[in-house]
């Protein structure tokens, strides 16, 4: 902060001093936030932020501190595995989170539970927390997921039903039929249940599926094969499929334009949607990550450090166009500033 400017902030540089003692000077912030560690990139922890906020509702992040208590690592955790523990004493004044391993397989295959040891322990102090409020719980989170199980439920058996339906549809290519006999006064003695269930696992194995499309299929004697369900490009849910991921997306945020799931997007819808998602979805999201670093990192290396993430600017190029004639109409504008709007390099000469 510089209240001396007008809008009460200026860029920190590498050539400014250390504050207040301390180990550590304004600009390697900007180096840890460049590097949090020695695998992520800035981009790729606001990615985990952002991921683990979505389906959990919080995104926890490790400040590493060196012996002076000044972060100089940031891992981003997965908040499924990180167990708040409440317990108060002389190592963890303020409680701290156990990091439960897991192992889907092999000889460390384990899951331990909050009460055992297992796991590192991490102060809570050195926890960095994001979260989409809770409207209940001050201390949790609230995910999109949860608010939107319901239909995120729907979405997914509607994804199996059409599986199944694949898996299972039988499609034959032909159907050769016998005619028996049909002397009524013929007495048919009842199949026993081991045939019957023979037959329709012979049946099964030798039709249902997308592998078996195609193959022939010849009837018993007497026997007729009909058609129970519709073919398979007549496939069920379509309105009600398209209606429930608009309705998720919408509830994340995003429209079919930016996801690119409209073909025929105009260039005028695509810049409208794109810009509808950079002032209500990302800026939104960014400021709430600056924010949580100014409030819990920023402190570590500077008083009154502002960290700012901002958003690729979308501008509409008839804006721009729009904003040129006026200025010439207008003669308040210069050559240079027309030139800087279109992205030219500035120049000297009188033309």
């Known amino acids: 902060r510089d209240y001396s ?6 860029p920190i540089s590498p050539h400014d001093p250390s504050e207040g003692g301390r180990d550590v000077r304004p600009f390697d912030l900007v180096r840890l936030l460049q590097r949090p560690n020695q695998e992520d990139s800035f981009g790729d922890m606001l990615y985990e932020w952002y991921q683990q906020m979505g389906m959990t509702g919080m995104a926890l992040t490790w400040m590493v501190p060196n012996e002076l208590g000044t972060p100089m690592e940031l891992f981003p955790m997965k908040t499924a595995i990180c167990i708040p523990q409440p317990a108060v004493n002389p190592d963890f004044p303020d409680g701290y989170y156990r990091i439960q391993p897991i192992y889907p397989y092999g000889p460390f295959s384990s899951y331990p539970t909050p009460a055992t040891a297992v796991g590192a322990p991490i102060p809570a102090q050195w926890m960095m927390r994001f979260k989409f409020p809770h409207p209940l719980l001050r201390y949790d989170g609230y995910s999109p997921f949860t608010a939107l199980r319901l239909h995120i439920d729907e979405v997914e058996q509607m994804d199996r039903s059409r599986w199944y339906a ?32 023979r037959i329709k696992a012979e049946f099964e194995n030798e039709h249902q599926g997308a592998e078996n499309t195609g193959r022939l299929f010849v009837a018993t004697p007497g026997a007729k094969l009909e058609p129970w369900q519709a073919a398979l490009k007549d496939m069920e849910y379509k309105d009600g499929w398209d209606q429930l991921t608009s309705f998720v997306m919408a509830g994340l945020g995003i429209t079919k334009p930016v996801a690119g799931m409209v073909e025929d997007s105009s260039y005028s819808t695509l810049f409208a949607s794109l810009k509808q998602f950079h002032l209500l979805m990302a800026e939104p999201i960014l400021n709430r990550f600056a924010s949580g670093l100014t409030r819990h990192l920023a402190p570590f290396y500077g008083d009154d450090l502002i960290i700012e993430i901002r958003c690729k600017r979308i501008d509409d190029h008839d804006i721009v166009f729009s904003k040129i004639d006026k200025g010439i109409s207008g003669k308040c504008i210069t050559k240079n500033e027309v030139r800087k709007l279109l992205e030219l390099p500035l120049t000297k000469e009188e033309w």
Do not use: H, Q, W
């Open 5 to 10: 400017l007008p809008n009460g902030k200026r």
């Open 166 to 197: 694949i898996k299972r549809i039988i499609n034959p290519s032909a159907v050769l039929n016998f005619d028996g006999n049909n002397d009524s006064t013929m007495s048919i003695e009842p199949l026993v249940d081991a045939e019957i269930a």
